[in-house]
């Protein structure tokens, strides 16, 4: 089974969920194969999970420090997108290798990115059931502050973190690898006043390595674990000219507008 691989620089908030939801659109309407798009972003940006009120990100710190602030079309909790490696799967479920199960599919996700970090010497494995129960995605602390089930961890701190959104029959399913990490920022985007609470509980690829790979290691790497887990052969691509007609469409009209911000509300006017 063929899939679309898309690697893309680093770009805006607003730009880079746009450009998921549309790919997302793409493969629940038949007009595209599954797709793994690699990702980063310039400026940082902090992202909202999508039943998260706004007041969970201290809006004048970012303003002050040039950091974007979006909401995710996926759940979970705030993440601050700052030195780290981002992935997007959009595939349809009950093809290939997912069922129609959810749980199943994130876990399968999850396992291709184990397979990819272990191969780089990273000793990554699944996390179990979390103690205490399940954390409510509408609670105001951030998504890397205690790894829910079938996460990617390693010594059972969070290296890695994802969320998933149904489309139709498709899945939308993105996450946060960490690469490093900036407290200082960390915690501001929060209204914290420091990364005290946060820091335990994560782990980065330069802790565990020494320093990060270079992008290109770190992206063949996830490539040939999806590869590997899935049985799939992922082909380069970009954007189809509709694809990208969508996003910037969604960019302009969602995910860089306060109505989509404050209030949740997808309404697009021009369609």
Same mark, same amino acid.
């Given at each position: 089974?063929?899939?679309?691989?898309?690697?893309?620089? !680093?770009?805006?908030?607003?730009?880079?969920?746009?450009?998921?939801?549309?790919?997302?659109?793409?493969?629940?309407?038949?007009?595209?194969?599954?797709?793994?798009?690699? &990702?980063?972003?310039?400026?940082?940006?902090?992202?909202?999970?999508?039943?998260?009120?706004?007041?969970?990100?201290?809006?004048?710190?970012?303003?002050?420090?040039?950091?974007?602030?979006?909401?995710?079309?996926?759940?979970?909790?705030?993440?601050?997108? @700052?030195?780290?490696?981002? &992935?997007?799967? =959009?595939?349809?479920?009950?093809?290939?290798?997912?069922? @129609?199960?959810?749980?199943?599919?994130?876990?399968?996700? =999850?396992?291709?990115?184990?397979?990819?970090?272990?191969?780089?010497?990273?000793?990554?494995?699944?996390?179990?059931?979390? /103690?205490?129960?399940?954390?409510?995605?509408? /609670?105001?602390?951030? =998504?890397?502050?205690?790894?829910?089930?079938?996460?990617?961890?390693?010594?059972?701190?969070?290296?890695?973190?994802?969320?998933?959104?149904?489309?139709?029959?498709?899945?939308?399913? @993105?996450?946060?690898?960490?690469?490093?990490?900036?407290?200082?920022?960390?915690?501001?985007?929060?209204?914290? !006043?420091?990364?005290?609470?946060?820091?335990?509980? $994560?782990?980065?690829?330069?802790?565990?390595?020494?320093? !990060?790979?270079?992008?290109?290691?770190?992206?063949?790497?996830? $490539? *040939?674990?999806?590869? *590997? /887990?899935?049985?799939?052969?992922?082909?380069?691509?970009?954007?189809?000219?509709?694809?990208?007609?969508?996003? /910037?469409?969604?960019?302009?009209?969602? @995910?860089?507008?306060?109505?989509?911000?404050?209030?949740?509300?997808?309404?697009?006017?021009?369609?």
């Amino acid at each position: 089974m063929e899939w679309r691989l898309i690697v893309d620089g !680093a770009g805006p908030g607003a730009w880079n969920m746009a450009v998921d939801e549309a790919l997302a659109d793409a493969v629940a309407a038949g007009a595209s194969a599954p797709v793994l798009r690699l &990702y980063r972003w310039d400026p940082p940006c902090l992202s909202l999970g999508f039943a998260q009120g706004v007041e969970a990100a201290d809006r004048a710190f970012c303003a002050a420090h040039g950091i974007d602030l979006v909401r995710r079309p996926t759940g979970g909790r705030a993440v601050l997108h @700052h030195l780290e490696q981002t &992935y997007c799967v =959009c595939a349809p479920l009950g093809v290939g290798p997912f069922s @129609h199960d959810l749980q199943a599919a994130y876990r399968t996700i =999850c396992r291709a990115l184990v397979t990819g970090l272990q191969g780089l010497g990273v000793p990554a494995e699944l996390s179990g059931s979390p /103690e205490g129960g399940i954390i409510r995605p509408t /609670e105001a602390i951030p =998504c890397f502050v205690g790894p829910a089930s079938g996460e990617v961890v390693v010594g059972g701190r969070k290296l890695l973190g994802s969320a998933m959104r149904r489309v139709g029959d498709t899945i939308l399913q @993105h996450g946060a690898l960490l690469e490093g990490w900036d407290g200082a920022l960390q915690a501001g985007c929060l209204g914290l !006043a420091d990364d005290a609470g946060l820091r335990p509980a $994560v782990i980065t690829l330069a802790d565990v390595l020494g320093e !990060a790979p270079a992008p290109v290691v770190l992206s063949a790497a996830l $490539v *040939a674990g999806f590869g *590997a /887990e899935l049985s799939v052969t992922l082909v380069r691509s970009q954007l189809s000219a509709a694809e990208r007609a969508r996003a /910037e469409l969604l960019e302009r009209e969602r @995910h860089a507008h306060e109505r989509w911000l404050v209030q949740r509300d997808r309404t697009i006017p021009s369609e």
